[in-house]
């Protein structure tokens, strides 16, 4: 039986390992700071994401690849230090070629977090909903990539995560497939197929012939309503919730700020939200009160 | 008439000073990180509160001085890139002596920020709501760092706050006073009266005496209730929102990951929450992909 | 007369366009943090160039893009804030495409520096100087890059320099040529024309050819010898003296620990290195000790 | 017998640990970014000294606790990762109180180094060599600090070393004594004893009380013709070689531009400096090519 993962780092890699082999679907939440990090762990998700879009949007920024693998690394280091399950780093496209996704394996495993992910996508990538362009990278070359950043690890633990983008640059599932295989065989542990399609038919239709090869990660954005314990029938192992907190966030800010606003004072939201003991908690502000000698 | 404040760094901070003159009150929200500036940009507050309890709480801390100039100047500089209004920073104590903050007021000025606050707490302080460990400099050596700071602007228009913690301390609304006086003769620009009452008596007290003899900075975190057009009556100049977007923040993300994880899917939530594109149009997607050539 | 550049942000980008209008030589000093650009200003430099090579050096890797944007960024604001002379900075590629260019140009703008330089190799690039490898962009699509950058400027003065890789990459001085044409229709300010001979032959053709029609910028690391007045007589209008200042720092660090540990105390080496007193000086000590108040 | 040092985070520390035990003097020279630490690595030393002062000059800023935390673990870091040997950070006064202690070591620890020091000044404290303004914390104070730091390791072999400035500060022998053993009382695994005397008398005398209890460390700046292996018979475990790379690095950069300057060419010092190719080499170059798939 799979129990909590634990805090050193090769054993939050070790433990989504298990997880896998275990078949036990690992659930994780998309965050893009130390406070959404930690929201994520107390809520019961398994691992944290750390996304490049919220990540980006959190620095006012569109998910472009503006934002570097410095900024990446900085704020998936802090969602690191801030919780006690693993984090995986969403890595975009690693950063430049195979040099640079050596290079990002190096700098993310120093770092501690459990693996990162990169795609096939032609650097600098958009973001896969954004309707226009939209392209793949040779699926030689992505491989090549990945056998870089395979090769870099200095941790045997550490995952190393394959996107594949073909089906949202509008390639069809034989291409994913193709894709997958090959990325498998340049070293990664295993393929995140996306899709941007209203329901799952797609990526149905992929782990049929998919047949478990290797451990499979969904981002079921638009597919909001399969649900998670069906998709694990059909053979996803990981399912990423990628930007969910992001835009409850926006939301429930925005909402404040316009009573608070039309109201002349916080009065009336004060009941709705948490309120500046319940930051303290989850800031862990007596933990660290109580290291004072 | 006051319009909206422009984006040159200057003007941003003549822009709060014309409203100071024009006995208009600005309205400032808290925020930590670009998004939340931005959004309490599009909310139509005046300004923005770079809130070292915010900052740290996004990096999963207490408010306990464990972060650093660093790390709220870099929080700083990414509000201030992301919004056209005026940004404040929230720097604490002003990170060690005198020289410190003369050297805080060049960093923080140099990024473009409208203006620093500095607090007459004891280093390391301790968020004005923890219950103990709240301890005063001596007002004298905290004139100094004020003139050390207000001597170390480049520009003429940056703003200087100085913040008297006495009513949070334990101290009356004479010692208050007295320091505020001697804040103001060294060199800051404004006053920020902090309390945690439940209502705003003290303040009002504070007030009465003080006589408009310089801009007055309110904080009405306990005393939420107190309408700030009567606040503006009393003689206040500014309010300050501080944390309530990072409060609701925590509600909206954990009431989300919890149906996600109850129902087993995101389908319950979408409803609720922005939606994608939402995201894309805050983080100016469309204006940056304008910028392809 | 042109005096020396002032402090002002924008007064040091448009004191080096100034040199240009009238014809005085702009040398510049490569540096890669804050110490190096000072030692860079005592000695008499007109600017500072934030040298991608110097800066991924510093940080222990080779120069083949594994540095971002936030890395130079740092670095480049570190050094604009140790000194008082206009500091440029080394954008490699531009760190994507035309976007990647806009961003680029906004977030170094903001903090401050003179102005920018990007080049028209392929990302990743690689140091000019690595034997292998060296891939030009299209010249229209550097255009874009440049157009893109270039209406992103929020001050006029700020400079933009399109570097061309041409000769580096086996093309001909033509191709460099029609290469500097089109980067200035697209809103380059200046043309850095590289190149790696053991000569001045190609740079001399070049700048017949160009007959000034905007400022050219040098970087005489292969054709040392050739004399500067020489050069601004040929048609320079901005030497860089890129690495020369990292070079000699490996060797005499290397010399002065190699003697330390054969003789078993430093007391060999302390005549022939600065004083502690010195650092202190270059360090601005006393000036810093005087803001105590 | 002791042999090199092996990569990995924990054995880093537990080697130097080891050497401890051996009785094997342990040499550290002083480094302020990757490259100086490598240079350290390549010329023999046992470990690196991730220097207060060499980071702040580096800065262009003077060493006066005007950086903090986040720059000094980024240097630190930059180090740790371009190295194999170990690196120890110096902490300052540890930031803040005896909670900022443990989150100095939480943060420094995760990033990987071997250990941290910190000492028993006031914070602000000023470099060790300036003349005035040198104070002492509480000897019980800095214990409560040290002990803070101790049980916020998460490995046993993390090192905490004390430093004592009670020599630096006017007092004697016998205070330096007693502040040392309830330093080690406290957790601290080594202590520093610093002296700013012309000889090593007073460090020898310190020695000869101390009677090894715990391992003791030196930086020998003004009584520099110690010889090491007479300092190990004497008692001492550690030698660091603090500031001596930043003074030649000073030295060097100077008589380079200054004869560059007079030349009006680069060619006079071309010989004396390194090649642009040792700087490939020592920036490892072609190992980073080679990770191209």
Not at 123 to 137: D, E, H, I, T
Request: proline letters at 3%; one cysteine or more.
């Amino acid at each position: 039986m799979t129990t909590s993962p634990p805090r050193v780092d090769a054993d939050r890699a070790s433990w989504i390992r298990q997880c896998f082999l275990d078949r036990r679907l690992v659930r994780v939440a998309g965050a893009h700071d130390g406070l959404t990090a930690r929201i994520a762990e107390e809520s019961g998700f398994d691992a944290v994401w750390a996304s490049s879009f919220g990540i980006s949007a959190a620095a006012g920024l569109p998910d472009l690849s503006l934002l570097g693998l410095a900024e990446y690394l900085a704020a998936s280091t802090a969602m690191h230090r801030a919780v006690d399950i693993p984090v995986l780093a969403d890595c975009d496209t690693g950063f430049g070629g195979s040099i640079n996704a050596a290079y990002t394996m190096t700098q993310f495993e120093a770092s501690g977090v459990a693996g990162i992910c990169i795609e096939d996508k032609l650097f600098p990538k958009r973001n896969s909903f954004v309707a226009a362009g939209q392209q793949l990278l040779s699926a030689e070359e992505f491989a090549g990539k990945l056998q870089a950043a395979s090769e870099a690890r200095a941790r045997p633990e550490t995952l190393l995560i394959g996107r594949t983008e073909a089906l949202i640059c509008g390639e069809g599932v034989e291409e994913a497939l193709r894709r997958c295989h090959l990325y498998v065989d340049a070293g990664a542990d295993a393929v995140l197929i996306h899709s941007k399609a209203p329901g799952p038919e797609q990526v149905v239709e992929f782990l049929r012939h998919w047949q478990r090869r290797a451990p499979v990660v969904i981002v079921p954005t638009t597919y909001a309503d399969w649900d998670s314990e069906e998709a694990a029938e059909a053979g996803v192992d990981m399912v990423i919730y990628a930007n969910h907190a992001l835009r409850a966030m926006v939301t429930a800010v925005r909402e404040t700020w316009s009573t608070v606003l039309e109201h002349g004072s916080s009065a009336t939201v004060e009941e709705n939200i948490a309120s500046v003991k319940e930051i303290f908690a989850i800031s862990q502000l007596d933990a660290w009160l109580g290291k004072s000698r």
